[in-house]
């Protein structure tokens, strides 16, 4: 979504006072952020699109730190399992996070600032008024300009080398778009994997599909999904007993070799220990249309939503 400027009267920050649960940081108010420029980012840890924007916002984070800027991630939740905080902490500790995160189990600062989209970007000025605001991925070089302009700085933008998990969508190829597993929002499903046309996606096996998310009754069931696309990318949580399960990926009924993504391996073993977002495939030559059949082989697990790149 498209940047915008902003000068609203009350303070952009209020909201943070009344947050309880923080990460890497004793709590922040807004008065003990007062003179301060400070950067929101809004996201939840298994988005993609934000997952896509987090080493420009390390970067900053890292350049700016001693020269005024505080970075505040805010995490507003998706899934269920995107509210506990053991969760989140795992994830902040393993994406290397080193800013303060606060927990927006209830969406408040969230609404405080009329969020649109993960990920949402505010830059809040000394005073507390928020001046530029971004939703969705992009616009980075204006982004770091306008932290600098509220810093009082002039220099070049940094450069930042956004790869694996983060590397830029191949927008000009990609053909399909995000798409739901659970019953509240899913599209696209058909009743078998057999001769799937473009975007169309089928369940094998015992599958009980809830709101937000597909659960595995029996082990050996598998999705199936034909796409357009560079990467392929599934939400998962293991079963409840937290043991690890083991999944198998095939591309057009082989295995993916050198199109193989970074949580599985060049025979399309992987395995799931922790409910987040995992990259099936990575394809080398780029974005094509392509068959993906995901076969879990204990039961328990859920997948909740796919995205691609």
Request: charged share 25%.
């Amino acid at each position: 979504m498209s940047s915008s400027h902003s000068d609203p009267s009350h303070n952009a920050l209020a909201a943070l006072d009344r947050a309880a649960v923080w990460i890497n940081s004793e709590p922040l108010t807004a008065e003990g952020l007062r003179g301060q420029v400070v950067a929101i980012d809004i996201g939840t840890y298994s988005c993609v699109n934000w997952l896509r924007t987090l080493p420009y916002v390390q970067a900053w984070d890292a350049r700016y730190r001693d020269r005024g800027l505080v970075v505040v991630g805010v995490h507003s939740p998706e899934f269920g399992f995107e509210h506990e905080v053991d969760n989140v902490s795992r994830a902040v500790s393993e994406l290397r996070i080193e800013y303060p995160v606060v927990l927006d189990n209830d969406f408040a600062i969230w609404r405080s600032l009329k969020n649109e989209a993960w990920p949402g970007l505010y830059l809040v000025d000394r005073d507390g008024r928020a001046r530029f605001r971004h939703f969705g991925e992009g616009a980075y070089e204006e982004i770091e300009r306008t932290i600098q302009q509220l810093l009082g700085i002039d220099e070049q933008p940094a450069s930042i080398d956004a790869t694996g998990l983060a590397e830029a969508a191949d927008w000009d190829a990609l053909g399909t778009g995000e798409t739901y597993v659970g019953a509240r929002r899913g599209v696209g499903r058909v009743a078998s994997p057999d001769d799937l046309a473009l975007n169309e996606w089928a369940f094998s096996g015992d599958w009980r599909v809830e709101d937000e998310s597909a659960l595995l009754a029996h082990a050996g069931g598998s999705i199936t999904f034909r796409f357009r696309a560079r990467d392929v990318n599934l939400v998962l949580a293991p079963p409840p007993s937290g043991a690890a399960s083991r999944f198998a990926i095939r591309l057009d009924d082989h295995p993916p070799r050198d199109d193989h993504g970074l949580d599985i391996d060049d025979y399309g073993a992987g395995t799931l220990d922790e409910p987040r977002m995992y990259q099936l495939i990575r394809q080398a030559d780029g974005a094509a249309e392509r068959t993906c059949e995901i076969t879990f082989l204990d039961a328990g697990v859920r997948a909740y939503v796919f995205t691609f790149g």
